[in-house]
């Protein structure tokens, strides 16, 4: 069983850059589809990115494409989302998903089809 643990969220202003962070543990990290997914107040859990195991394949989210990037580093059991140019709608608590996958290029991007779950890191974006 993974653990998952984020970091990177806070507050920032309508333009900046943030990196949130995801640090998986307890299981082998290689095996595991990520994704990071979103909440905003009021609002239903939002796909935002997810990334394969081996991290050959990468899916986004319309709201999100162009301005955030996501990746995985195995070695570090750690999965990133760069976000650029942050948005007051980018507001949201952010989590970092993960389930097994057997197969190595598989993106998964709907909340159902993930197991485990990070206990999530708030960004607050001002505008």
């Known amino acids: 069983q993974v653990q998952l643990v984020e970091s990177g969220g806070g507050l920032a202003q309508a333009g900046d850059s943030l990196r949130l962070s995801c640090a998986a543990s307890?299981?082998?990290?290689?095996?595991?589809?990520m994704g990071w997914f979103r909440q905003a107040p009021g609002q239903e859990f939002e796909f935002v990115a997810g990334?394969?195991?081996?991290?050959?394949?990468?899916e986004y989210a319309d709201a999100v494409k162009g301005r955030s990037t996501i990746s995985r580093d195995n070695a570090e059991s750690t999965v990133y989302l760069q976000m650029n140019s942050v948005k007051f709608e980018d507001t949201a608590v952010y989590y970092c998903?993960?389930?097994?996958?057997?197969?190595?290029?598989?993106?998964?991007?709907?909340?159902?089809?993930?197991?485990?779950w990070g206990q999530g890191t708030q960004v607050t974006v001002s505008s």
């Open positions: 990334i394969s195991r081996s991290g050959g394949r990468i």
């Open positions: 998903a993960a389930v097994p996958s057997d197969t190595v290029a598989d993106v998964l991007t709907t909340l159902r089809e993930y197991e485990y």
């Open positions: 307890g299981g082998s990290f290689g095996d595991y589809a």
